[in-house]
């Protein structure tokens, strides 16, 4: 094949029909055509032009979390974003490429001593992943720290600043064939040991009211305005429902648990479950935080 090709003789990694289970938080999801391992900023750029000019649908990986893919797989070509991992400080800005996980970035600021993104700790996403769910908690949201963007849009990598970006609760709307290839963040010089002490106090409510210790995608639904969806779900008597081997969460209902052996149709019916209940009960529609993504 033209792409297996291209591949090989630019020294680019790749596996063929790989489960993405292995790649997801969730540890579900059947196998990708083509999962792609750019080494570097200029192989992934080098991998986009070929796919955009051979017409190959193509999607981005990055921590795998807030995912849903379906045991069908995805057809065609999943960008791995975990060899764009550079990280450095200029000009008094912090500059992270999207496949830096947000354990490393926060352990970069405790390094030196820059405060803004600690509410982020306990996270398992990546920079790019955060960035385009514009990832938020206790009252906070990635975009307010955001100084700017590097996009890879229509051929060619793009700096936006932040007002130039339209972001919204779980989201950023970007063109068609955009990806973040890496954020500019703007933060605030602290000392090392008061970041530290926030990033351990977020932590610590993470684990007290989060079912960390089961796979899962994070939060499933986004919150309605006149409530959260897991006082919803749980006030519909949900809470600790099966199927399979999945479960909405004993701990948090707004989290569906991979308790062992589960597949995305598990997850998928708890879902629909939760939604019909849901707006049955309140008349409200839960929306998905999560991206669920391939075939049936």
Do not use: W
């Not at 750029?45 to 955009?52: A, G, I, M, R, Y």
């Not at 919150?223 to 809470?239: M, Q, R």
């Not at 989290?255 to 019916?269: E, H, P, S, T």
């Amino acid at each position: 094949m033209k792409f297996e090709k291209f591949l090989l003789k630019e020294g680019i990694a790749f596996k063929e029909k790989v489960p993405l289970a292995r790649y997801t938080t969730f540890k579900v999801g059947g196998p990708a055509d083509y999962l792609v391992f750019p080494a570097r900023r200029q192989y992934l750029l080098k991998v986009l032009d070929f796919l955009e000019e051979e017409d190959i649908a193509y999607f981005p990986l990055g921590g795998g979390s807030n995912l849903l893919v379906r045991d069908g797989g995805v057809r065609g070509v999943v960008l791995s974003f975990a060899g764009l991992k550079k990280i450095e400080l200029e000009d008094g800005v912090l500059v992270a490429e999207a496949g830096v996980s947000l354990a490393r970035l926060l352990s970069f600021c405790l390094e030196k001593g820059l405060s803004g993104l600690e509410f982020l700790a306990g996270v398992p996403a990546t920079v790019g992943g955060a960035v385009v769910m514009n990832a938020g908690a206790f009252g906070k949201e990635i975009k307010d720290f955001l100084e700017g963007l590097l996009l890879y849009q229509g051929g060619e990598l793009k700096y936006f600043r932040r007002e130039e970006l339209l972001f919204f609760y779980r989201g950023l709307s970007l063109p068609r064939g955009s990806l973040v290839v890496a954020a500019v963040f703007r933060l605030f010089s602290t000392s090392p040991k008061d970041v530290e002490a926030a990033i351990s106090k977020f932590l610590k409510i993470r684990r007290e009211k989060q079912p960390l210790s089961y796979p899962s995608a994070g939060s499933i639904f986004k919150n309605p305005s006149l409530a959260p969806a897991g006082f919803l779900i749980e006030a519909v008597g949900l809470k600790g429902m099966c199927r399979g081997g999945a479960e909405i969460s004993q701990k948090h209902a707004n989290f569906i648990v991979n308790k062992g052996g589960a597949c995305a149709q598990d997850i998928l019916a708890l879902i629909e479950i939760a939604k019909e209940r849901v707006f049955r009960e309140f008349g409200i529609a839960l929306e998905e935080e999560i991206r669920i993504v391939g075939e049936g």
